[in-house]
Each structure stands twice: as structure tokens, then as C-alpha cells.
């Protein structure tokens, strides 16, 4: 079957009202164009998976949306901002205000303990130490690593870690999550465990979650999922009207 | 391994560029220092040689005033006087000869003995005297024929005058010498400590040289991990790596070596003005010959490439890379005993010191014992120190940058602390020199006290009653002169001089009886560099009468001017037969323990000089390698919208915290360790604050260390970019 490019914000009956909102993007790097006319709505509370083989334009799409690069053509609107309308230092705050990341490796601070690692963003957001420590605190609980709190992300496993930056992706209550290939180097066990916990706590919060992933498994845990291909959105997309 | 390999490796675009450039100005820097120092210290004996002539030698023959009888001038003989003599606060050398009309005797430079009434000066001192009016300086030599060249002289601010007289009156003079010809060679007492000294000091600026070199041998590793665990992968050893990056380092310190010689010869002119051994340097005296120069530049690259040898093969980056952090072994409170036992050695003494005051000796091997364990002590327990304040930094920190910070200090005391190692032992002895200094100079500094000379007066030898009446003749017209007083030959055999009561006024004795005469002490008033400055001066005490055919010392009591000093000075110089030269109790202090003591606190300065500069170099790698160490998660915090300040901000705290700290310990226990020992030692010497010289250079250490951090906030910026995850 052809691959065709698809607005699913037209095709899809929304279960929420659209949280992000991203219209006609265009982006290339030199020669290369990475995204060539994407439109993708993603409603308030919903889990998103966007797959596609390697060098499709996942990330790049992602990075677009949550304002990391700025596309070449069309716009991204997340809540009632106009993300691409904004300069680099609006969109660096949106992301710390509103925006959580998860990645492949976690990618926490080494040198500080898992309490500190989940306090940072809430510090970096004018939280003062002691109710940064609380909440993030908290968080460890609830993504049931209370016990990891004060070791440093090379006394803990992967699972663990990548619980701990789950729990630093959420402890500042953002309105969306971008998790790119979050289970990626796990085993399918801890892969499972921590995709679960995560969710879990996402919908309790009904936050939005826009999930990378190279995995039918992982992407089978989403409420829908899209498949980016050369740029475009694929007419295989489950939960799309082709 | 293959040269594309290894090139593959070494050539990773800008960031090998620059850290190899950062290698080779440190290096050139370092080893422009080395050559300077090893330059001084080999031609530290040429410098003694080329002042033999006036130095060494000679025969001592019996006085007039013993039965011997005088020595005759011959045709291969010559009598030769060399004095110091002062002129506004400063020194030179007066060595006045006597010869016979048709001596065969000539100087080393070949030329021939000026005649009696004549003088040859050098270059500075001709300066001195045709930048001062006659009757200050000038007037006390002659005519002059002439300057002396630089083969004769120690260095270019080597202020001497060769002085012709005549022979009879020379030879009565003491200590004047008699010759057959003049020395070409000779070692002075002190240019032993002098070229210890000028070791030390190469030896110390290598040390921050290696430590910059493991340093940058970690950020290149940092730089190129990635590189590494490819290479590791497809089949390259730990050695073949660590073989590559030693092969690098070894190039680039070879380079920077080389490079060196043209700093050395840029900052040659500069180091050539300061003063060694009471003068400045010829360039050449700094100048190590070529062999010397090619082992020191050979020595420091074997050094800099065995240095990034064992760092890379330590670092050891597996085939799959470093995907944790490798934590340091933890550093424990033990580390504190060495510190601990040399504090104690110090502070023991000092209580034990108020009980029993005689055991001094015992005290003294004890305190500089203690010295040297508290310097190692101080090495040892910096990273246990470093990691304790970073925990207090921690325990209080309220904003992300310094909670990120804190948590990297704590875990990597021992790098963190080896970037400023050399920094905090050159910290702590420059503090407690200072300290040490500040006390002598506040004993040495002679001020007007009741009972001592008057700092007005300028004493001089007299021989007869004749003398007295020229010297008095020759002030009489001068501007600035109040009085003259004259002291006496004892009648009795207690030794003292003796005075009229009014002159004893005159020149500064207090409680005078009122006798026909007074005898007094008066090298005790005069005395104001050592020790017993503080003790109380004996007042002058009765006595019957003087001998006036006996006079032993002319007093000209100025208004306190430095020129009506000098008037005085040349006054009685030209008055009277070449004796000691006259002088003020200024001067006498300045003859003393004054100027050695500050040229070694100069040397001290310029090694924390050195040691700020490269240490400020090694803590902005160091800084710069922890930065990319953690580059990849730096990124992603800020792509999860941290500010690129708050990343400046990490940088800054984890460059300064650990110097401000290190510097502000290390100077508190090098005042301590100089307080305690001179409450030990110092016979009633008090500490007082270091002169501005010391704060200049602590202002200069976190000023070139602000420049540094500052100057790395660009790099730190560029490799931090959110656009670089893209391809995480």
C-alpha cells in the first residue's frame, strides 16, 4: 500500500480538545528535508505514539513540536501559544514550564542524587530547595523508587533511572511529555514496568504524551499511533481514517 | 597502530585544535619560565666570576699602628679597598685601589688602574651621579675618566665605582688588601641559596605543567570518548590508545617547548629587572646554553607525553564507551591526620614555648618539621577539605546551578582539588613568607625612638681632630645642616665612646647626666636590624672626662632630608681618610636583613605568579572537561528548557568555589603556621599586615581565574546547544 500523508486532526474524532495543534511543517537540514508538510493534532490527555523506521523525521518532527527547532514552514500551537511565533529564550521557558522530556538513557545528572535529580527542574523553575525536595520526593514515591532517593544514577539500574526521570519529567505538573524511545535500553520486563508506571501516572494527571518509539509493543500501550515516513505521516496510522 | 588510524583519532576537527593550542601555550608559558630559572641558575657563578675582581683575594698585611711596616708600591703590586656606601636609601660598591706609577697590574677587562683623584663608574652608577647634583653624590670620587664595561660588573643596575687613591693613605686604611693580580673567578657565600632557590623554582613550574597536561589529557579524552570506543571496538588495545594520545601530547609539549624559547626570550627583558642578589641580570645570565636548553625542552615533552600516557591508559574508555559515570573512590576524614600532626608540631612548641623558653633549639626542628608536614598535609587532605566544603555548599544551595555544582565538587574532590594543588602549596608559602616578612620588617624598619639615633643623623669615622675640622669646615655652607656632634676614644678600658652631654642630646640619648662627659653605647642606638631593636637602650653614664686628641665618630645632624643627608654624607666621605662608609641608622637596617629579604619575597611572588597562571589554566580545562563530560545531558536539560545561564552559572560556581576556598584556607594556615612560629621564635616580633604587593597578587589570582571561566562560558555554550541532541 502507498504510504499517504493524512491530517488526522480531520480524521480522527478527538477525545479531548487538541492540545497541540501542528499545521503544515517544513523542515530540512541542507538538502535533506525531514518533514515535508506534516498537520498532527494531539488532544488533551492523550497518549500519542509516532513510529517509523530511522531517519523518517521522528525526532525531528518532536523537537518541532516542542520547540527545540523552529520549522522552515508551517506553525505549532500548544495550548493557546503560538510556539512558533516565539524566540529561543520564550520557547526554552515554555519548555520548563509546560513541557516534560523522558529519553532513551534518562540522561540524568550523574554527580546528584535521584532526589536532586527530580528536584532540578522544579529549582530551575524559582522553586525554593526545601518544597522542591518535597515534591520531588513525592514523585519517587508515587513511581515507587522512594528507597533509590539518595543514591546517584550509577548505584541504580536502568529501570530504576529511567523511573527517576520519569518522576523529573513530571514533578513540574507539565501539560505534555515527550518520551523519546523511553524503553529503548531496557529489557522488556523493566521496559514494561516502566512504561506502565508512567502512564499510569500521566493519565492520572491527564497529561498529554507524545511517545517515539521504534516498538509495536511500546506503541501498542498508546491511545493512537502515527507512523512518520520520508517526512510525511503514514495512511497505516492506527486509529486513523485512511 | 596504523599512522591513518592514529590520525583518525588525533584530528577531531576544531575542538583537537584548540585543546592542542591550549597544551602548547601553557606549555610554551611553562617552559618559558623553566628557561629563565635554569638560565639564572647556571650563570649564577659567571656572575660571581665577573665581580671576583673586587670581591676575593688579596693579602692582609699588619697596620700602621702595629710595628709592621707599611707595604711598598712595586710595578706587581696593588692595594684595592672595597666598601659598600649608601646614597638615598640604596647601596653600591666603592672600591677605591692604590698603585705604583708604572704598575704592570690591569683589570680584568684590560684596562689600566685609574690614577689617585680619578674614577670609572658603571653604567647605572654614572647614571645616579649625573642625575644628582655634585655635592650629594659626585663630589665623593674624583674626576671621572670613564665607565666600566659590563664584563666587570654583576648586572646592569650594578652600581659601582672604581675610585684611584693614594697609596699610603690606602694602606693605612682597614681592611685594605694587597695585591698581585686581580681574581678572575670566585664564589660568593649566598649564591648557593640563591641557585637552590632558582631550582626549586624550575623544578615547581613543571609541576603545574604536568598537572596541565593530565588535565588536558582528560578533556581530550572527554572529547573524544566516542572516538575511542570505536577504536577499542574494532580491536585497539588500552596501550595503543593511551600510546596515541601520549604520541599526541608529546608532539604538542615538543612544540610548545620550542615555542617556549620565544617566551622566554619575550618576558627575558621583564625578568631581566628584577633584582638577584642585589642587582638586575644581564639577558645572557638568563640564557641557558643550547645543549641546557634542548635537555629541558626534550625533558619536558618526555615528561608531557609519560604524563598523557598513564591519564589516557588510566582513564581506560572500553569499547562500549563510558555509558556511567565512574565515580571516584571516596576521600575519608583520614586524610586530615598529616595535616593535623603538623599543626600540632607547630602549636605545641608554641604553648610549650611560654613554660619553658629554654628548650629553643628543640622548638626550632619541631616548627619546621611542622612546616613541612603541614605543606604535605595540606596536599594530602585538599580533597577531603574540597569535598567537605562542597557538602556545606551543597547542604545550603537553593538554586539549580548551585545544587548541579555542589553534587559534582562532592564527587570529584580529588580532580577537582589536583586542578588547584599547585595553586594552594604556592598560596600557602607565599602567606606564610609574607606573614614571616611582615614581622622582620616591622622589627628591621628603624623609626625615631627616644634613645636611639636620631634617623636625622649621619654618622661617620674620623681619625683626628684635624678630620673633625674639615668636616666641620665642609658643612658649614651646606643647605640643611643643623649641627655636628663628635664621640670619643674611651680614656678608660670600658669600651664605650664618649660625648659632651649636648652632643649626646644632639644625637638622640635620653636621660643624659649632667657630667663633664658621657659615655655610651652606640651601636646600640644605631643597631635597628636585628634583634635587640626592641630591647631598652643603656642611657649614657657619667664619665670624667674626653680625649680630644682622640676623636672616634663625627655626627652631622641634618633637618631630616634625604638630600641634606646625602650633602652630609659626601660631606665627611671627602673630608676625612676612606674609612666605613658614613651612614644613617636607615641605612644600617637596609645593610641588614632588609633587601635579601625582599628579593627572596620577590622570588616568592613571582613562583605564586607562575603558579596562578597555570593553575588558572588547569582549573578552566579542568572546568571545560567536566562540562563535556556531562555535554550530552547539559544539552538535554536544556532542551528541557533550562537557561543557557544557569549552565554558565554551573561552570562559574564549579571554577571558583574550589579556588575561593583553597585560597582562602591555604592562606589562613599559611599566616597561621608564620604567626605560630614567630610567637615561637620571634623573640618578642610581632605579625602585621602583609605588604600590598600580597593582595595584589591574591586580586591577580582571581582575576586571571574570572578571565579563564568567563573565557570558557563560549565553548561550554556552543556544546551545549539544544540543536546538538538532535541526533540523541
Keep these: 500500500m502507498a504510504d499517504i500523508a493524512l491530517n488526522p486532526a480531520t480524521t480522527v474524532p478527538a477525545r479531548g480538545t487538541p492540545l497541540i495543534r501542528a499545521i503544515g511543517l517544513h523542515k530540512s537540514f541542507g538538502a535533506t528535508k525531514a518533514l515535508r508538510g506534516i498537520d498532527l493534532d494531539v488532544n488533551q490527555g492523550e497518549v500519542l505514539a509516532v513510529m517509523g523506521p530511522s531517519g523518517s523525521g521522528k525526532s525531528t518532527l518532536i523537537h518541532c513540536l516542542a520547540g527545540v527547532l523552529a520549522p522552515e514552514e508551517g506553525q505549532v500551537v500548544i495550548g493557546d501559544t503560538d510556539v512558533t511565533a516565539l524566540n529561543a529564550d520564550e520557547r526554552a521557558r515554555l519548555r520548563l514550564e509546560r513541557i516534560g522530556f523522558v529519553f532513551q538513557f534518562g540522561q540524568l545528572l550523574p554527580d546528584l542524587t535521584a532526589l536532586d535529580n527530580v528536584a532540578l527542574p522544579l529549582l530551575m523553575n524559582g522553586v525554593g530547595r526545601r518544597a522542591a525536595t518535597v515534591r520531588a520526593r513525592k514523585w519517587l514515591d508515587r513511581l515507587d523508587i522512594s528507597d533509590q532517593a539518595t543514591k546517584v544514577p550509577g548505584d541504580m539500574s536502568g529501570g530504576q533511572a529511567q523511573r527517576v526521570a520519569i518522576a523529573r519529567a513530571l514533578v513540574t505538573q507539565p501539560s505534555v511529555i515527550f518520551a523519546d524511545e523511553p524503553t529503548g535500553s531496557l529489557d522488556s520486563v523493566a521496559g514494561e514496568k516502566v512504561l506502565t508506571a508512567m502512564l499510569e501516572a500521566v493519565r492520572e494527571s491527564n497529561t498529554t504524551v507524545v511517545l517515539i518509539t521504534h516498538d509495536a509493543r511500546t506503541a501498542a500501550y498508546a491511545d493512537r499511533e502515527v507512523i512518520v515516513r520520508d517526512g510525511m505521516l503514514s495512511a497505516a496510522s492506527r486509529g486513523v481514517a485512511a | ?728
Design chain 2, 1 to 728: 597502530m596504523k599512522p591513518s588510524a592514529a590520525r583518525l583519532l588525533l584530528l577531531n576537527g576544531a575542538p583537537a585544535y584548540r585543546r592542542l593550542a591550549e597544551i602548547v601555550a601553557g606549555v610554551a608559558l611553562g617552559v618559558g619560565m623553566v628557561l629563565i630559572l635554569l638560565g639564572g641558575f647556571l650563570h649564577m657563578p659567571d656572575r660571581d666570576d665577573r665581580v671576583a675582581w673586587r670581591t676575593y683575594g688579596g693579602e692582609e698585611f699588619a697596620r700602621a699602628d702595629s710595628e709592621a711596616p707599611l707595604p711598598v708600591p712595586t710595578a706587581n703590586t696593588v692595594l684595592r679597598l672595597t666598601q659598600p656606601d649608601y646614597f638615598m636609601g640604596g647601596t653600591y660598591t666603592i672600591v677605591r685601589v692604590a698603585a705604583a706609577d708604572d704598575t704592570a697590574v690591569t683589570l680584568p677587562d684590560g684596562l689600566a688602574l685609574p690614577a689617585p683623584g680619578e674614577y670609572y663608574a658603571s653604567p647605572a652608577m654614572a647614571q645616579l651621579i649625573e642625575d644628582h647634583p655634585s655635592d650629594q653624590l659626585g663630589d665623593r670620587f674624583g674626576t671621572p675618566i670613564g665607565e666600566r664595561g659590563d664584563e666587570l660588573l654583576q648586572g646592569p643596575s650594578d652600581r659601582v665605582v672604581l675610585v684611584g687613591s693614594d697609596w699610603e693613605e690606602l694602606a693605612k686604611t682597614y681592611p685594605t688588601q694587597l695585591e698581585d693580580a686581580f681574581p678572575a673567578s670566585g664564589s660568593k657565600f649566598n649564591t648557593g641559596l640563591y641557585r637552590t632557590v632558582l631550582a626549586i623554582g624550575a623544578v615547581a613550574v613543571l609541576i603545574p605543567i604536568v598537572l596541565l597536561i593530565s588535565i588536558v589529557s582528560q578533556l581530550g579524552a572527554s572529547e573524544r570518548r566516542e572516538r575511542f570506543a570505536t577504536v577499542r571496538l574494532i580491536g585497539a588495545g588500552r596501550r595503543a590508545i593511551a600510546g596515541v594520545s601520549g604520541f599526541e601530547m608529546l608532539i604538542a609539549t615538543l612544540v610548545g617547548g620550542v615555542l617556549g624559547i620565544g617566551v622566554a626570550a619575550a618576558i627575558r627583558p621583564a625578568a631581566s629587572t628584577l633584582e638577584l642578589d642585589g642587582s638586575t641580570s644581564f639577558g645572557a645570565d638568563l640564557t641557558p646554553p643550547a645543549l641546557w636548553t634542548a635537555g629541558a625542552i626534550i625533558a619536558v615533552a618526555l615528561l608531557g607525553g609519560a604524563t598523557a600516557w598513564w591519564r589516557t591508559f588510566r582513564d581506560d574508555v572500553g569499547a562500549l564507551g563510558s555509558s556511567r559515570e565512574r565515580a571516584e573512590k571516596k576521600v575519608t576524614a583520614w586524610r586530615s591526620v598529616m595535616l593535623l600532626v603538623g599543626l600540632a608540631m607547630l602549636i605545641g612548641p608554641m604553648i610549650a614555648f611560654r613554660f619553658d623558653a629554654a628548650a629553643s633549639e628543640f622548638y626550632n626542628v619541631l616548627m619546621l618539621g611542622g612546616f613541612a608536614i603541614t605543606a604535605f598535609g595540606i596536599v594530602v587532605a585538599g580533597p577531603w577539605l574540597t569535598r567537605l566544603a562542597s557538602r556545606v555548599l551543597n547542604r545550603f544551595a537553593s538554586t539549580a546551578p548551585t545544587v548541579v555544582a555542589a553534587g559534582r565538587l562532592s564527587r570529584h574532590a580529588r580532580a577537582t582539588f589536583r586542578s588547584v594543588a599547585g595553586l594552594v602549596v604556592a598560596v600557602f608559602i607565599v602567606s606564610l613568607f609574607a606573614g614571616v616578612v611582615s614581622a622582620i620588617e616591622d622589627v628591621v624598619t628603624p623609626r625615631d625612638t627616644p634613645g636611639r639615633l636620631s634617623m636625622d643623623a649621619v654618622v661617620g669615622e674620623v681619625g683626628s681632630p684635624e678630620e673633625v675640622h674639615a668636616v666641620t669646615a665642609a658643612i658649614t655652607e651646606l643647605e640643611g645642616i643643623e649641627g655636628i656632634a663628635v664621640a670619643y676614644w674611651p680614656t678608660d678600658d670600658q669600651g664605650l665612646l664618649v660625648m659632651t652631654p649636648e652632643d649626646a642630646r644632639a644625637i638622640g640619648a635620653v636621660d643624659v647626666p649632667d657630667a663633664p662627659a658621657v659615655s655610651l653605647d652606640l651601636f646600640e642606638m644605631l643597631a635597628g636590624g636585628t634583634d635587640i631593636a626592641r630591647d631598652p637602650v643603656t642611657p649614657p653614664v657619667a664619665t670624667n672626662s674626653i680625649d680630644e686628641s682622640a676623636p672616634s665618630q663625627v655626627f652631622v645632624i641634618t633637618d631630616g632630608t634625604a638630600e641634606a643627608k646625602e650633602r652630609a654624607r659626601t660631606a665627611i666621605e671627602t673630608s676625612t681618610v676612606p674609612g666605613r662608609a658614613p651612614l644613617t641608622r636607615a641605612d644600617f637596617a637596609a645593610a641588614g636583613t632588609l633587601s635579601f629579604t625582599h628579593e627572596l619575597e620577590t622570588m616568592a611572588y613571582l613562583g605564586m605568579a607562575v603558579a596562578i597562571g597555570i593553575s588558572a589554566l588547569s582549573l578552566t580545562v579542568a572546568t571545560v572537561a567536566a562540562a563535556l563530560d556531562r555535554k550530552r545531558t547539559f544539552a538535554l536539560l536544556r532542551l528541557g528548557g533550562m537557561p543557557a545561564a544557569h549552565v554558565r552559572r554551573v561552570i562559574a560556581i564549579e571554577a571558583s568555589m574550589p579556588l575561593g576556598a583553597t585560597l582562602a584556607a591555604s592562606a589562613g594556615l599559611g599566616f597561621f603556621v608564620a604567626w605560630a612560629m614567630i610567637e615561637t621564635l620571634g623573640n618578642d616580633m610581632s605579625m602585621t599586615w602583609p605588604d600590598a604587593r600580597y593582595w595584589w597578587a591574591v586580586v591577580a589570582s582571581v582575576a586571571i581565574t574570572a578571565a579563564a571561566v568567563f573565557g570558557s562560558f563560549g565553548l561550554v555554550r556552543r556544546s551545549t546547544e539544544v540543536t546538538s541532541t538532535r541526533f540523541e
